[in-house]
Nanobody, 126 residues
Framework: VQLVESGGGLVQGGGSLSLSCEVSGRTFSSYGMGWFRQALGKERAFIAGINWVGSRTAYADSVKGRFTISRDNAKSTVYLQMNSLKPEDTAVYYC????????????????????WGNGTQVTVSS
């Protein structure tokens, strides 16, 4: 299973970025997806998740109302639209695949995700 993230970069505070994660090697449409991030010196943290059918989403409080997760099963791709970015959003962003087939809800645990991308850097300047 391979996950390839793209779309990271440098943006000014208040700006927007859109991340993409294309998945191959697994039936994408049958698994939930998550986005996590890890800032320098901090532990990796859940920020957004979506279930296999796209009917349920979950967000960390720190990004709720600013970030939106979505998926396109035809393209085997999950997206993260990030608006109103803040310097504290600076981190390496990772996408990951839920290990359970057709989980109804959304899991926020990194333990529940068994395949991960290599990450993409997002830097927000003040």
């Amino acid at each position: 299973v391979q996950l390839v993230e793209s779309g990271g970069g440098l943006v000014q505070g208040g700006g927007s970025l859109s991340l993409s994660c294309e998945v191959s090697g697994r039936t994408f449409s049958s698994y939930g997806m998550g986005w996590f991030r890890q800032a320098l010196g901090k532990e990796r943290a859940f920020i957004a998740g979506i279930n296999w059918v796209g009917s349920r989403t979950a967000y960390a409080d720190s990004v709720k109302g600013r970030f939106t997760i979505s998926r396109d099963n035809a393209k085997s791709t999950v997206y993260l639209q990030m608006n109103s970015l803040k310097p504290e959003d600076t981190a390496v962003y990772y996408c990951a695949v839920d290990r359970f087939f057709r989980r109804v809800g959304v899991t926020t645990s990194d333990y529940d995700h068994d395949f991960w991308g290599n990450g993409t850097q997002v830097t927000v300047s003040s």
